[in-house]
């Protein structure tokens, strides 16, 4: 079944930790984003991909980097977790034409102790 | 730059009353707009998209361009519709979100 997916569901880390959030889908999307959300909060881009090879930076600032090596596929790394990278991150994709919306995946809480 | 904004965070309404959820928007072109819906421990989902013009679970919304809002209604509030409601608005290749606004229904 086409879905996007996010590993692990949940994480805690210590500081200072390597970390890499998956993400994957089989929606055969080109587009993916990275957003990082507060409980009950607003959702804010981080990154986003239009494709292989391409990644941008998003709306709000952050030291976490990310690649897109294969289209279903779309890693966000952190070289060294703080206490301050606690948050809900939000993996999505999107198709250029045709049902344009946004499906996301079930999201990655990470609390850095 | 592109904006959306959702000036409640929180309606608490009865179940059977009517509910509006407000989002206006800034965008210097022509925008797709869509209404997400986050259950308690459940993944953000669309709810409706603007060009479809549907009804999806009793709720509707309609674009005004001139208002630049995009509000979401529905006439009889149900206990299962309790949720946090997301205005999207994609625009440049990106999808900006809202605030969100929580809604609670009691019985």
């Known amino acids: 079944e086409a879905d996007i997916y996010q590993t692990p569901r949940y994480l805690v880390i210590g500081t200072g930790k390597k970390i890499t959030l998956e993400c994957s889908q089989t929606?055969?999307?080109?587009?993916m984003y990275w957003y990082q959300q507060d409980p009950g909060m607003e959702l804010h881009l981080i990154h986003y991909?239009?494709?292989?090879?391409?990644?941008e930076k998003g709306d709000l600032s952050s030291e976490s980097t990310v690649s897109r090596i294969r289209t279903e596929h779309f890693p966000l790394t952190l070289e060294s977790a703080r206490p301050s990278h606690t948050s809900q991150y939000l993996c999505?994709?999107?198709?250029?034409?045709?049902?344009?919306?946004?499906?996301f995946g079930q999201g990655t809480r990470l609390t850095v102790v | 730059a592109q904006r959306v904004t959702q000036p409640e965070k929180l309606l608490s309404v009865f179940k059977g009353a009517p509910v509006e959820l407000k989002c206006n928007y800034s965008?210097?072109?022509?925008?797709?707009l869509f209404w997400y819906v986050q259950y308690s421990r459940q993944r953000l989902q669309l709810l409706l998209r603007?060009?479809s013009r549907e009804s999806i679970k009793g709720f509707t919304a309609d674009l005004n361009k001139g208002e630049t809002s995009f509000h979401l209604k529905k006439p009889f509030a149900q206990e299962e519709d309790s949720a946090m409601y997301y205005c999207?608005?994609?625009?440049?290749?990106?999808?900006?979100f809202g605030a969100g606004t929580q809604v609670v229904v009691t019985p």
């Open positions: 999505a994709s999107s198709a250029y034409q045709g049902a344009t919306e946004a499906f």
């Open positions: 929606m055969g999307h080109d587009k």
């Open positions: 991909s239009y494709g292989v090879n391409s990644t």
């Open positions: 965008y210097s072109g022509s925008p797709e």
């Open positions: 603007h060009i």
């Open positions: 999207a608005l994609r625009g440049w290749g990106k999808f900006q």
